[in-house]
C-alpha cells in the first residue's frame, strides 16, 4: 500500500558530508512521521532522526549536532543531511514512515525502506 525508496547513500571520508533522502508513495491520506534508522553490522537497528507532524524534531544524541533531518509535506518525502561524518556513522541507513493510509478505515501502519549503504572511511 505504501512505498519508501530512499536515494544517496555511498562512500565518504571521515569529516565529510552526504545527503540521504527518501520519498513515500502509494495509498497515503497522511503521514504521521518520518524518520531514519542505522543498522552497523553485528548491531541493533537505531533510531538516527525523526520527524513528526507538527514540526518536532528527535536525534540520537551521537548525531545531534551534525545530522539534520527536514520534511516535504507536500511532497512526501524526508532527507538526512550528513555533516562531519565519523567511521562509526558506517551503517545501512533505514527510511521510515508511520502512515495513515487512504482506505476507508484509515488504518495507521508502519512501513519501511529497503535500506541505503553509508560508509565513511577513516
Known amino acids: 500500500q505504501v512505498q519508501l525508496v530512499e536515494f544517496g547513500g555511498g562512500l565518504v571520508q571521515a569529516g565529510g558530508s552526504l545527503r540521504l533522502s527518501c520519498a513515500a508513495s502509494?495509498?497515503?491520506?497522511?503521514?504521521?512521521?518520518m524518520g531514519w534508522y542505522r543498522q552497523a553490522p553485528g548491531k541493533q537497528r537505531e533510531l538516527v532522526a525523526t520527524?513528526?507532524?507538527?514540526?518536532?524534531?528527535n536525534y540520537a544524541d551521537s548525531v545531534k549536532g551534525r545530522f539534520t533531518i527536514s520534511r516535504d509535506n507536500a511532497k512526501n518525502t524526508v532527507s538526512l543531511q550528513m555533516n562531519s561524518l565519523k567511521p562509526e556513522d558506517t551503517a545501512v541507513y533505514y527510511c521510515?514512515?508511520?502512515?495513515?493510509?487512504?482506505?476507508?478505515?484509515?488504518?495507521?501502519?508502519?512501513?519501511w525502506g529497503q535500506g541505503t549503504q553509508v560508509t565513511v572511511s577513516s
Open positions: 520527524s513528526i507532524s507538527g514540526g518536532t524534531t
Open positions: 502509494g495509498s497515503i491520506f497522511s503521514i504521521n512521521a
Open positions: 521510515n514512515a508511520i502512515v495513515t493510509v487512504a482506505t476507508a478505515w484509515h488504518s495507521v501502519g508502519e512501513y
